[in-house]
């Protein structure tokens, strides 16, 4: 393609992102609130200069600084002043203007609870970075909370939830890695969400001796990294050998290209994982591109595919680099097939590829359609008034393993035996929940494509293959 030609395909994809209001009942629009919690009480400062202390909150202070109401304002700082009765009515009436609001339902669960018997676990998560995100994960942490506390508690004792904005920032996770370690009444971590702040913050947690449970953390070197920590999204590992799989399976094609990060662990995992995977199957990766470079150009990259003899396209993105993913769906013009990785499971994905991105394979941990006996996706619609995402799901399995094994010894190192046992279990949104030794969760991913449709809003949808 011309670079006139480039250019112009590009300014449509930018119109598209700014034009189109992300609309889907499924995937919700995003706020950001937090609070802190007097017992943390670092001086450390970090680059947007918010001390630890001020990026933690158990509900005195909102993280999500966008479009609060007064009913959560007046909540938040009734909890503050330990005004337990007020939170609680002024947290209801927000939740009853804005039901999809995973903080203010974390926030009144704690109110309820008071100044109570306890147990405790935080989350740890961009708010401040990626707030879309962030909140889908909140959304399956919260509802965990609100269901074990709704029916009676861990064993009669209410789960209190704590929230850490670390920005997905590695050096930030690491320091509220610190911080929660100090901090002897947590018992347990959901989080960090990238691959790299896991593993940054992974060190100190392992160190501690506290768990933590990544529900979107895919890395391959996140396997066997510490005892102590745990994922419930399944690894790189599986993703790729079921891309592969489809690749030259089902599509009957063996020569692909992978587009990736080099700046990130998460991209870089994915990308070397399917390399090895399409060799096993018979086929070769004739080349790479690396998203992150200055001189990139999606239009010279395809044109180089195509006179390699490629026949796919790996999409092995990440959330940095989603938007010259797009320009090479955009260029390619379904010209090539395209797989590509959960990073890629975005809304935006489907706004700004519309028809061009039509036929797109991607191999994620979870689909609402996926299971048809789980009875999650009907607890979380009647819950959030739609559909969640697959990050709301497995944050929601972090959190039961979590109550599971605060159920069998609420102590840190009752928690760590739990979850290693053989004989350990935990029904969740994507079934079963066990782990290997490596503390990789046990379970498939599911394969999806993009289609036309109208349950997303965008006249395009991820449907799952079966």
Request: charged residues 20%; hydrophobic residues 40%.
């Amino acid at each position: 393609m011309s670079q006139k030609n480039e250019t112009a395909v590009l300014a449509l994809a930018l119109l598209l992102t700014v034009g189109i209001v992300g609309g889907g009942a499924w995937w919700f629009t995003n706020q950001n609130s937090g609070d802190k919690i007097n017992i943390f009480t670092s001086n450390q400062k970090n680059e947007s200069n918010l001390s630890i202390q001020e990026r933690i909150s158990f509900g005195e202070k909102t993280l999500i600084t966008s479009d609060i109401a007064p009913q959560k304002k007046e909540g938040i700082q009734a909890l503050a002043a330990h005004n337990y009765a007020k939170a609680i009515a002024n947290l209801e009436s927000s939740l009853k203007l804005k039901r999809n609001d995973p903080e203010a339902l974390i926030y009144l669960n704690n109110a309820r609870i008071g100044s109570g018997k306890n147990y405790i676990i935080v989350t740890s998560l961009p708010l401040g970075a990626d707030p879309n995100i962030a909140l889908e994960i909140l959304r399956g942490i919260s509802q965990a909370q609100n269901e074990v506390n709704s029916s009676g508690g861990i064993k009669g004792v209410p789960l209190k939830v704590g929230i850490a904005n670390d920005d997905d920032n590695p050096a930030i996770s690491k320091q509220i890695a610190a911080n929660l370690v100090k901090n002897q009444q947590v018992l347990g971590v959901v989080g960090p969400n990238t691959s790299d702040a896991t593993l940054a913050a992974g060190d100190i947690y392992n160190t501690g001796q506290l768990v933590a449970i990544s529900p979107t953390s895919t890395s391959v070197k996140i396997s066997n990294f510490s005892r102590y920590v745990f994922r419930t999204v399944p690894s790189d590992f599986m993703a790729a050998r079921s891309l592969a799989n489809y690749m030259v399976k089902i599509l009957q094609k063996k020569n692909a290209v992978v587009f990736f990060n080099s700046q990130s662990n998460y991209s870089q995992s994915l990308k070397s994982e399917f390399v090895s995977s399409v060799s096993l199957e018979g086929g070769q990766v004739s080349s790479e591109f690396d998203l992150s470079k200055t001189n990139f150009s999606a239009a010279k990259s395809i044109e180089e595919s195509t006179k390699q003899g490629a026949d796919v396209l790996m999409l092995a993105a990440n959330a940095d680099t989603l938007d010259k993913a797009l320009q090479v769906v955009q260029i390619n013009q379904k010209k090539l097939s395209l797989l590509a990785g959960d990073d890629v499971y975005t809304l935006k994905t489907l706004e700004v590829g519309r028809e061009q991105a039509v036929g797109m394979v991607l191999a994620v941990p979870w689909h609402i359609k996926g299971n048809t006996q789980s009875d999650f996706p009907q607890k979380s619609r009647q819950l959030w008034g739609a559909d969640v995402s697959w990050r709301t799901a497995l944050a929601y399995d972090a959190t039961v393993a979590l109550i599971a094994a605060l159920k069998r010894n609420p102590t840190r190192s009752g928690v760590q035996q739990a979850l290693s046992s053989s004989d350990f279990s935990a029904n969740g949104a994507s079934g079963t929940i066990r782990f290997l030794t490596s503390g990789d969760r046990n379970a498939p991913v599911q394969l999806v494509k993009i289609v036309p449709g109208t349950r997303s809003r965008t006249g395009y949808d991820f449907e799952p293959i079966q």
